[in-house]
């Protein structure tokens, strides 16, 4: 089993900054891939970004450029550091990680921007 605990959500102002932290517990060998996803009201749930085990990411079209995913293995740590946040950023984000052919999923954190 593998249990994700993400922190970091809240208010902020748009043009502000947030970094969201997810910390990996369990069964964390063979991670393949971590990473955040979001779902705002009434729409499905998005790829924000990803970070394979070699070190590749990819991103949402929607945040290139403005957010950046990273880790730190030692503390079994992903991170998402979102910056130039817009009122259409605001949703609900999901930490993932995949091991094996298994997606596990934290309890989510609320990111509001306002206008």
């Known amino acids: 089993q593998v249990q994700l605990v993400e922190s970091g959500g809240g208010l902020v102002q748009a043009g502000g900054s947030l970094r969201l932290s997810c910390i990996v517990s369990?069964?964390?060998?063979?991670?393949?891939?971590m990473g955040w996803y979001r779902q705002a009201p009434g729409k499905q749930r998005e790829l924000v970004a990803r970070?394979?085990?070699?070190?590749?990411?990819n991103y949402g079209d929607s945040v290139k450029g403005r957010f950046t995913i990273s880790r730190d293995t030692a503390k079994n740590t992903v991170y998402l550091q979102m910056n130039s946040l817009k009122p259409e950023d605001t949703a609900v984000y999901y930490c993932?990680?995949?091991?094996?052919?298994?997606?596990?999923w934290g309890q989510g954190t609320q990111v509001t921007v306002s206008s």
């Open positions: 993932n990680v995949l091991r094996g052919w298994i997606d596990y």
């Open positions: 369990g069964s964390t060998f063979s991670l393949n891939a």
């Open positions: 970070i394979f085990s070699g070190g590749t990411t």
